[in-house]
Every structure is written in C-alpha cells, then in structure tokens.
C-alpha cells in the first residue's frame, strides 16, 4: 500500500489523469485568448463553451447559467457582495447559516460595515440548520440569504430546498447555496433546487478532481450582481479578466467524469464511511453530525482528551493525511466555528479530526488508518498516565 495515504479529499482533491490530459493541450499549443478573433481564440472560445456545457449538465443548469470564477471563495464572493451592491445604499438584512464556509461567513460580515444587518441562522446539535431559525430570519424579509448544501467539516446535508421555498413564500429575497462539496458526491440539480427558490450555486472544480483555481457561480439570470471585478467584458460582463481556459477545460473534464461515475462512486464511498465509523467507535470516538443526513465520504470525530493536532501529527507520522477542523483553518488556533454552533464542548471541539474519503480509498486503507489510530491512541494514553504519575511523584 502506498504511503502517505491521502485522507483529506474534502480539503482538496487529486487531479485526475483525464482531466490533466484534457487540459494539457491548453497548457501548450492552444494558448490564445478567448476574447481574440483569430482561430487561437476562437479555439479556447470553443473549449470554454464545451466546458459551460459540462459544469451545466453536472449542476441541473443551463450553460448560460454558469459563471466562470476563481474559485469557490469567489463564487461565494461574487453572490453576497455581489448581489449586495445591487441594491446600492438601501442595504437590507442577509441571512446566513453559522456553519458557512469562512469565505461565506467573512464575506457576510463585511457587509455589516455597509449598513447590513447580519443574522446568523442557528443549527441543531447533528449540525442541521434549523426551522425555527429560519422561521424567525424571514420576519425581517431578509434580502440575502446563504445556506450550504453540505458542511464541509461534518458533511451534513442541509434542508435548501425547504428553507428557500419558505423564503420564496414570505417575502422574497435572493437564495445563494454553497454546493462546492457536494459536486462530484451526489447529485446536483440547479432547475429543481432554483424552482423550489435558490437563485444561485457555488461549485469548486478541486473538490471533484479539477484543477485548482477553476470555479463557477451558477445563477439564475434574474439575479441582479454588480461584478466584483471589473474590466472587459468576460462572463457576460459579471466577470472580467483573461479566462484560465486551460483550467476551465480541467473543470469541464471534472463535472463530466463527475456525473459519469456519480452513482457507482457515492455507493463504494458510503460503504467504506460506515467501515471507517464502526471501527472508529469501537476505538471510543464521538461521531460529529452522525444522526443527519451526511455527505457519503466525511467522518468527523473526537476521542475525549485527545487533542486534534497531537493525533493528527502522530497519524501524520505514521504515514495518512487527515485534517483537524477546516483545512482552511487548521492554522486558527480556535475550535471548529461548526462544532462551536453545534454546541459541542469546547475540549471535545478541540480533539476534532476530519476524515475524508476518496476515489482512491479502498479497505486496506480504511484498516491500516484505524489501526494506526488505535496505536497512537494508546501511545498518548500511556504518555499522559505517565506524566501524572510524574507530577504526583
Ligand atoms: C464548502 C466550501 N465552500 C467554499 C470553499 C472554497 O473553495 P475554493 O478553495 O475553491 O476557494 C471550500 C473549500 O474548502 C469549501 O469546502
């Protein structure tokens, strides 16, 4: 078995084969412009419009839907300012689920210094976004909203639909959803979800074997955005800049293996999540959002007075990459914003470990990881009884 086992797809993914192939020419001999008028560009133009087609049909949206970003944390950018300054000095009130993804949850909050008011939507103790929380926002008719379709710490599924059908019925206000870990997991679909009232979709081509740095914002062409970037005219004026063509190929060649394998892939994943769980509990861990609906390849878990990051570097060590809290984060020395919304204890916040699977993963992998945790478990329990028979001596 190869080592380092790599266990931590949520924080990013590998590039797979085809998509590196599908982008290389664009990389080395197609390298025009997309905005020029010879045969270079109108290339890269073509491979773009391949590409939208592709992000489309793996979102449930049409291809004049898809806007080319940056990266999830522009996508999630684009719709919360974005969509802000359309209504120029008024401002209003932007809901926003606790557990949103910093980019979401930061992107918000610099909206208050605009004269927006900020509600930050609570979830239960398995991570869900509540009714009732939701209930109570739409009496301030919210003019903003942004729930996540999945969590990417706990992977918990949340009630989008629900909660943007109710918007919809009371009140109005645009409804963004965050979508960057479900993509290539399980199922999207943009014209179901944008029926019941959610205007836009954030999606990230790392997650599901893409490159980095291609990402899109797909969004109901009713949505009125003020482009964050601004320039020449690319994506239909709500983006400006060169187009990274050769990533949005990669993007492109992502979503289409994506929904080629979707089915097969989320049924292997889930089976070797409730392997990874089942052995993870009879070591004595705590399962975070286990009695949700969850996304079929992450396991979030704690063992009581184990520190995340001593485990982590062990495990490190012992040869498999996981995460502790968000990956974008693991430099933040605070416990999981998510876990903190969840109500957990903040020692038991502070032990936590991410577990992410992948194509990649298989059986073997999923045993030599619990056994290596049993191992540096046992490690930190005799080295703790050790330093408190040091400090009573
Ligand atoms: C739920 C979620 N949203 C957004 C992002 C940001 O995406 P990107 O890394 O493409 O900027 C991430 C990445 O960690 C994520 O997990």
Not at 134 to 157: D, H, I
Not at 249 to 269: K, Q, T, Y
Not at 279 to 306: K, Q
Request: charged share 20%; glycine share 10%.
């Amino acid at each position: 078995m190869p080592f380092p086992v790599y266990l931590d797809h949520n924080a990013t993914t590998p590039l797979d084969t085809r998509v590196l192939e599908a982008m290389l020419p664009y990389l080395e001999t197609q390298y025009g412009n997309a905005s020029s008028r010879h045969e270079y560009g109108r290339e890269a133009r073509r491979a773009m419009d391949v590409a939208r087609q592709q992000v489309a049909a793996a979102a449930g949206a049409h291809p004049a839907e898809i806007i080319f970003v940056s990266g999830g944390s522009e996508a999630n950018n684009l719709f919360m300012k974005g969509a802000a300054a359309a209504f120029g000095r008024e401002g209003g009130t932007v809901a926003f689920s606790a557990i949103e993804h910093p980019c979401a949850l930061n992107a918000a909050r610099q909206l208050a210094r605009q004269d927006w008011r900020l509600i930050e939507l609570p979830v239960d103790a398995a991570g869900r976004v509540t009714r009732a929380g939701v209930a109570e926002a739409l009496a301030q008719k919210p003019r903003l909203w942004s729930v996540m379709l999945a969590n990417n710490e706990t992977g918990v599924l949340q009630e989008v639909a629900a909660f943007a059908a109710s918007a919809q019925e009371q009140g109005g206000g645009w409804f963004h959803s965050d979508a960057a870990q479900v993509l290539g997991k399980l199922p999207l679909d943009f014209r179901a979800l944008n029926q019941a009232g959610v205007h836009a979709l954030t999606l990230s081509a790392h997650k599901a074997y893409g490159p980095k740095g291609a990402a899109a914002l797909v969004a109901d062409r009713r949505l009125d955005i003020i482009p964050l970037i601004a320039g020449g005219g690319q994506e239909g004026g709500l983006r400006a800049g060169t187009e990274n063509v050769a990533a949005i190929v990669g993007f492109g060649a992502a979503c289409e293996l994506a929904a080629s394998r979707l089915d097969s892939l989320s049924v292997r994943l889930r089976r070797l999540q409730t392997r990874l769980e089942a052995g993870l509990v009879l070591l004595g861990a705590t399962l975070f959002g286990a009695d949700a609906p969850r996304l079929p390849n992450t396991s979030y878990f704690s063992f009581a007075g184990v520190e995340g990051e001593t485990l982590l570097t062990r495990l490190d060590r012992a040869g498999f990459a996981v995460a502790s809290g968000a990956a974008c984060s693991s430099a933040n020395p605070n416990p999981s914003h998510v876990l903190m919304a969840m109500g957990v204890p903040e020692d038991l916040a502070r032990g936590a470990l991410r577990v992410s699977l992948g194509v990649g993963t298989n059986d073997e992998q999923i045993d030599a990881f619990l056994l290596a945790a049993k191992v540096a478990l046992t490690d930190l329990k005799n080295l703790t009884a050790l330093q408190d028979r040091s400090r009573r001596a």
